[in-house]
């Protein structure tokens, strides 16, 4: 079976799995770690369906395509449709909170760059995002101060906090609708913090949020 949107019970969500809406640029500090200009209004780009994994699965590096790196970024499960919304009716629409990976192939990315093409087949190919089950809205007392942190082989790669997001999240979700309807089951990455790099075969990641640690492994 493929994946589904799970709560961290293990208990499944009545929600069809759906695209994947992400947000470029949204810490200074990786925007300074890439030498990239600070946007006017945030970056959006898609995943499709096909891009979630489960944490429980691992993760599969494609041969002869480059680098691959690591992204860890707070996860927003939609339980509700938003068309032209605002962020009190975003915040409504929340169904659950996790943490995922925007797997990317650097190499392939900054040629697309270089020749001014979108950036699709760096970011959105099968298994690019790898998803932890989800924690319920409650369970995230102060959304935007919320850790969250990414260990490789137990060394500290990625360390953010949601208060440093240049747009927070009820706002980008707003934001989002404004350009593509929500639906439920959709899945809103909110940008990644400093210190994103290269994955190898064999690494093993742990991703924590809010005092939970996922762990999963690159083959």
Known sequence: MGYQ?????????DLPVGKVVCIGRNYPDHIRELNS??????ILFMKPDTALLGLDESIRL???RGECHHEVELAVLVGQ???NADAAMAHQAVAGYGIALDLTLRDVQNELKKRGYPWEIAKAFDGSCPLSPFLKPEALLDLQATDLTLRVNGEIRQRGNTRQMMVGVFELMARIS????LRPGDVVL?????????L????????????HDFIVRVV
């Open 5 to 13: 949107h799970r709560y961290l019970d293990g208990s499944l969500l």
């Open 37 to 42: 200009a600070v946007p006017e209004t945030p």
């Open 62 to 64: 494609l041969k002869g």
């Open 81 to 83: 449709p938003l068309r």
């Open 178 to 181: 404004t350009h593509f309807t």
């Open 190 to 198: 909110t940008g990644t913090p400093a210190g994103v790099g290269l």
């Open 200 to 211: 190898r075969s064999g690494d093993a990641l742990t991703l924590s949020l809010a005092g």
